[in-house]
Nanobody, 118 residues
Framework: QVQLVESGGGLVQAGGSLRLSCVAS????????MYWYRQAPGKQRDLVAG???????NYANSVKGRFTISRDNAKNTVYLQMNNLKPEDTGVYYC????????????WGQGTQVTVSS
């Protein structure tokens, strides 16, 4: 069973920074495709950033140039560095793993709240 645990959320003023972490267990982490999603109140869960097992990254247009996704395979951890935060970045941030060994099944963490005040 793959488990994901996010941390690093909190309350920050607009223009500030936060770094989210997601620690994975139960799979060969280096082979996983990892993603960060966010869900604002009353809205659907949207993709923020993703990183392949080879380190290729992709971002939602709204966060390009401000957010950076990275991974440390030795620590089984994926990060989301968020700079120049805006109130519209507020939401619950979820980590997702796609595990090739499990037929690319999706696994989700419990989420961490990010609130950006204006």
């Amino acid at each position: 069973q793959v488990q994901l645990v996010e941390s690093g959320g909190g309350l920050v003023q607009a223009g500030g920074s936060l770094r989210l972490s997601c620690v994975a267990s139960g799979s060969i982490f280096s082979r996983n495709f990892m993603y960060w999603y966010r869900q604002a109140p009353g809205k659907q869960r949207d993709l923020v950033a993703g990183i392949t097992s080879g380190g290729t990254t992709n971002y939602a247009n709204s966060v390009k140039g401000r957010f950076t996704i990275s991974r440390d395979n030795a620590k089984n951890t994926v990060y989301l560095q968020m700079n120049n935060l805006k109130p519209e970045d507020t939401g619950v941030y979820y980590c997702k793993a796609q595990v090739p060994a499990m037929g690319f099944r999706d696994y989700w963490g419990q989420g961490t709240q990010v609130t950006v005040s204006s």
